[in-house]
DNA sequence: CCTACCGATCGGTAGG
DNA sequence: CCTACCGATCGGTAGG
């Protein structure tokens, strides 16, 4: 548990491989960093339950006692990969800018989205699915983490509908949940080679007239 | 892995529980579908790998050992349900009227689509996330079904804008991922009370005609 | 970071 | 459907 708060910005868990000849200068991930790396790839191929203490330490090139000085369970791993999936969305919106149009911010809002889920692919897979497997404490810190996400999705909707640009008599409970839906089940299709803001931007028009002929 | 052939039409996995006193004459319900109700039940809940076959004896009130004169192996199981969730999904296509106009059957595909979901939320869950535990025979057999049912939801698309309800320019690879994101996601939000034929028709403007003001 | 080890549980089998 | 049992592996600890 208490592991969580090694977190910091950026959440070290974007990537578990060092760059080729072609980046320069990348400094060495400490073995603490390649846990998390490789537990966020694990558990997103294999779920949680799939991935055991031992495989992580195989990845690591390590004996699974050693795991033990890093956390005090397996299950810290699962929170920290799962609140750090909450961070990067949450950071997502954060970085938006604030000095455009409601529904602009809205169709940023996607490609922050689809390029999360993209860029963070395991850790987003986590997110997704493996968050479920949490006990309690950080069970509820992760729920309270998703639940404000979807309330400031929500928002974004409610000052593009204040200023006129979406439907005044917009289903917003639903609207909101179609675009959670496209953009979650975004990590069923995207592959690391996905341009996400040409996805979002292609998935926009869709959204915002529809599919129909008129 | 031989048991999947024992799923009779209909599946048998629709629910583990006897109606109360309400219902009457319902046959009793043999080991065999008590064991893949609760199977799917516990699948869907703990996940596969989170799932023991004591577990499982314990849901039905027999010994481990016992649950091997149903099943060759674990698997078995996930194979069983996984392919009856995709059973589930396309004979819910195949019930479709067909002497209606082709947006009007892809309206209904979204309906059927949702009520699968909320009717079998076990077997639609193992079908979305658990699935990919399954080694390499039946994976590819389950693969190749969900496959052909995209492909389906595809041809129902390529319909209606032959017919002219859709769109002429549509992005028809998009469009069929929308419909699925929004029917798939369905999993996070309903509970066995919902009214899946209502939240389809409240979904079905949204995509129609879009979230635009215009 | 290691070796050595723990009790509990895993999926599965033998033989009724 | 049961009792009895298998080797392998699980998450985790002791003690360097």
Redesign the pocket.
Known sequence: MGSVDRIAGGSGLESSEQRGPTATMVPPMT?RHRLSAEAARLFAERGYHG?????LADA?G?????I??HIE???DLLAEIALAGASGFHLALDVLPDDIEPLERLRLALRAHLNVVDRQLDVAKVWLHEWRYLADPARERFVAERRRYERRIRDLFEAAISSGDLRADLDVKRAVLLFLSVANWGYTWMTPGTDAAREADAFWPLLLDGIGSR
Do not use: F, Q, V
Request: glycine share 12%.
């Open positions: 073995t991935t055991s203490i031992g495989d690591l390590i004996r699974k006692a050693s033990y000085s369970g397996k299950e």
